[in-house]
């Protein structure tokens, strides 16, 4: 039976032809411009992880510049649009989870919520447009959908403590696997080919776990 695998992400785990229609992406890049040199999808982390663990890959869920709560850049309101909360309700809405088994999820954000400088918040509060309380109301939200799956919390390298301790805390209370990086090699702020496989090696080792 094949592993079915969900990956929910922002710019680091996008490529074009791969996400979901009107979801933004950032790559592929031209590294002419300046920008990375991943110009293949063999090149991203998510691929060489679903091809190096015989993963089977239903859905990346992934979009460019999208926070895990409800307020983006310039205060831009995502409650019904790139939000990783609005998304994930958006499958449930639609009768995803019925209609495909999912055995592994990776959940890879935080970085335009830590980037943006939406207001933090407290954990256990309830306000969605604030990074914290989002943050555990969205790993609480998936467990709760996906009771029995193995879910992984991908932890960008450079977070403010305070997004960092979130992701970890929430992470602990739902049961799911935490997996940081001592260095994500970028350029612009994004993945290279390095940093790809950077991810890629952290990922893999937590899996073999």
Request: aromatic share 12%; glycine share 8%; hydrophobic share 35%.
């Amino acid at each position: 039976m094949p592993n079915n695998t969900l990956i929910f992400g922002d710019s680091y785990s996008t490529f074009r032809g791969y996400i979901p229609n009107g979801y933004a992406s950032w790559y592929p890049q031209n590294e002419k411009c300046g920008r990375t040199d991943v110009v293949a999808v063999t090149q991203t982390w998510w691929h060489q992880v679903i091809q190096e663990a015989g993963l089977n890959l239903v859905l990346n869920n992934s979009w460019s510049g999208s926070p895990i709560g409800y307020t983006g850049y310039n205060n831009t309101d995502c409650s019904k649009s790139s939000s990783f909360i609005y998304r994930l309700n958006q499958l449930i809405e639609n009768g995803f989870f019925q209609k495909n088994r999912i055995d592994t999820v990776f959940v890879f954000g935080g970085t335009n919520d830590n980037w943006c400088n939406a207001p933090l918040g407290e954990p256990s509060g309830t306000d969605l447009y604030c990074v914290l309380p989002a943050i555990h109301h969205f790993f609480d939200l998936i467990r709760k959908t996906l009771p029995d799956a193995a879910i992984y919390c991908l932890i960008n390298n450079h977070f403010k403590p305070e997004v960092t301790n979130a992701l970890k805390e929430a992470s602990d209370r739902n049961n799911i696997t935490v997996v940081t990086f001592k260095h994500i090699d970028t350029r612009e702020g994004h993945p290279t080919v390095k940093g790809m496989q950077d991810i890629k090696e952290g990922v893999l080792a937590a899996l073999a776990k």
